[in-house]
């Protein structure tokens, strides 16, 4: 069953309780009421049959009963007896009993009492008078209140099959219209395709659970693009640029075995093997780490990072490696007590291999001239910009630095495997950062990165 058939049965079914629990107490209810009423007419007729009779002694009994049938309205199947000490009918003129003597001592020892006999109600009273102690019964049968049960009843039943009707259309409209966001989202994901990862479902304006299940698809279709971008690079490029390495080392083994040679011919060609060997395994790592990256990325493993810190770190660690001076940090505007702008939500490790990917690359394209690295603080965020010396970049270069395995040196001394940027930039933006480059041809790079404040 569709949870909007589900949705509209128990809302129907919860509202429909509800009205028959009303509709019952409404008509038993009115049903006692009028019970109660009843009985206050037939305690009523009691008394003044005990006015009529036991009062006016001087009226004979034609007289009383002529004025009972011309002033008083006869109820239907209407019977009235009064009982003397000896539980005999008198004064009314028709001596049937009609009442057992154990229900008139009853009133007697109760004074007054109220019951039912079938369909008929009874109500005895206990009268004292100067001609002695008598019970009075009175019955009759509440014909007219019958009447309008079953037609409140009838009334009822059919206002209880009309709105139950209603309640369930209308459920059904409500439901379909609260979830009709639900079948968009679905129609939606049926549009998914291994071609189109990047589609994402609409979200909406309302802050109820459909939106948040679409916002959670949105963000884990986010995280499968990713994979499935590494996965789709990984098999269609990685495969090209390990061939080259892996067919040279082949063909310069091949010559190397194909007939002997002196000494040095061998240690030549191993050298060119080796050299394969170590672009090729810097390829693999390129390759392993981003994966990585990835991995981490989903893992969550992220905390509070102290930029500035981060950079002291990198300056000694290049430092050590490049020499003295190598690359310079500027720290500007400094906050004096609060360190909260310089913090920001990463994964420490995959940050610095970001860092150290466009540090790299600054030192390789400028034939490891002094590197400079600027941290501002400014009131948007975090400003990290990282300036070379080198022969600079085109600007139509400038348009693919950031793509996997793009190189812009044609020089053997900078070939690299075409990963670091694009490590570096897939990184930044993971953790909602921002990357450019600006260059100069013979001025150098210049890589700002940028973290907002939020």
Sequence with gaps: MKIKDRLALYFTLISTITLLCVLSVTYFTFKKVMESEFFDRLTDRTMVTAKLYLKADEISNEALNKVRTEYLERLNGEVIRIYNDSNSAAFIGDDQQFWSSQTIDKVREMGKIRFKEGERQVVGIFYKDNQGDFVILASAIDQSTAIRVQKLLKVMIGVFIVIFLGLLLSGRWIAKRILSPLN?????????????????????????EITLLAQNFNNLMEHLEHSFILQKTFVANASHELRTPVTRMIIGTEIALSKDRQKED??????????????????????????QADLEYSSSLTQEVRLDELVWQLQTQWNQRKGPNQLVVEMKNLPLTDDRPL??????TLLQIALDNIIGNAFKFSDNQQVSCILNITPEGLTLTISDKGVGITEVQLKEIFKPFYSSSHKVEHAGTGMGLYMAHKIITLFNGKITATSSNGLGTTFRIEFHSF
């Design 184 to 208: 968009v989202f679905i129609d939606q994901v049926k549009l998914i395709k291994s071609n189109n990862l990047h589609f994402r479902v609409e979200e909406g304006t309302n802050k109820d």
């Design 266 to 291: 061998y240690q030549k060609a191993l050298q060119s093997v080796l050299e394969d060997a170590e672009k090729l395994e810097n390829i693999i790592a390129a390759l392993l780490n981003l994966a």
């Design 343 to 348: 913090i920001i939500t990463a994964n420490p």
